[in-house]
């Protein structure tokens, strides 16, 4: 599909009783068509629905619907350490996705042209670094008790693909000790991811949360079952070029070549797995796994 202007509505407002705060989601879709399939964006650490604009301007221009919902995390709500809420984020993160699949009904009246436009059977789940790991869950990744038992299974039937980007792999001893203190939920089980899911790592992607280099943002594309596919990217830092936004501070590898790659192989493959077109996966693939690219290489498996 070629680009196509784009609207976006935002603070849209869904009821979260519980939550402590309701739900602020930002939604963003091209101005025409009908049929869209859409994508439940959970942004990283401290960002907000406001974030990952290279990513998700070009996903609506490219025929999707994007529905981002802001976290409790998101420093736009100043939450204090202390919050009780605190430790629970990462299960109400997941909470969030869900809420944002229960309420499209709601978001799509509430976004002016919107209304009768969205392919609810076509929901794929995509997020970056910590936003990463909550869509994992609905994908059908568990937090694994400290004696190795599974946890609750969060996984979401309504959701058929995911992109995960720069998404944290193993616990146990391979969590550096600070992350293993603070962080149980960062101890996972790939074994049910079964839905297809591109995953996305830099090669130079050296994390403080792990003892181990790089090759740890790969675990689930090694881990997880069924059919899925790799995109390594060539001297990538965790921020993957620059994809949280335009002039982020959080980025160190600033790149536009590198997050134009990202944003044309994620929606090429969403569209791929959505069941909505095969070519333009097929021929990027190709062009990554021969190696002919200088910014980086695809494995499918």
């Given amino acids: 599909m070629s680009d196509s202007t784009i609207t976006t509505a935002k603070p849209l407002v869904l009821s979260a009783p519980g939550r402590g705060d309701d739900l602020q989601v930002r939604v963003s879709a091209p101005a025409t068509g009908t049929g869209l399939p859409v994508i439940v964006f959970s942004h990283g650490f401290g960002s907000s ?12 221009a490219q025929g999707f619907a994007v529905v981002q919902p802001t976290h409790l995390d998101s ?24 809420r944002v699949i229960d309420g499209l009904d709601v978001l799509e009246s509430a976004t002016p042209g919107l209304a009768g436009r969205l392919d ?14 909550t869509a994992s869950m609905l994908l059908g990744a568990r937090v694994l008790a400290a004696d190795g038992t599974p946890g609750e299974d969060l996984s979401d039937p309504r959701v058929k693909a995911g992109a995960l980007l720069a998404l944290p792999g193993k616990g146990g001893n391979d969590l550096a000790p600070f992350a293993a203190e603070h962080f149980s939920f960062m101890n996972p089980s790939f074994d049910g991811m079964t839905p297809p899911v591109l995953f996305v790592a830099g090669d130079n992607d050296d994390s403080a949360l792990t003892t181990r280099g790089p090759d740890w943002f790969t675990d689930a594309y090694r881990l997880s079952p069924g059919g899925k596919s790799l995109l390594t990217l060539f001297g990538a830092e965790h921020s993957l070029g620059g994809v949280s936004g335009y002039d982020a501070a959080e980025t160190t590898d600033a790149s536009p070549e ?8 994620t929606a090429a493959y969403l569209r791929s797995t959505l069941g909505l077109d095969d070519v333009a996966w097929k021929t990027s693939a190709s062009e990554l796994e021969e190696g002919n690219h200088p910014l980086g290489t695809v494995q499918s498996r």
Avoid: C
């Fill in 75 to 98: 420093r736009t709500l100043g939450l204090p350490a202390d919050d009780p809420r605190t430790p629970e984020i990462w299960r109400i993160r997941v909470d969030d996705l869900k």
């Fill in 49 to 60: 629905m406001d974030g990952y604009a290279p990513l998700v301007d070009f996903w609506a």
């Fill in 258 to 265: 590198r997050v134009a790659l990202i944003r044309r192989i």
């Fill in 120 to 133: 609810h059977a076509r929901i794929a789940v995509a997020g970056h670094s910590w936003g990463a790991q």
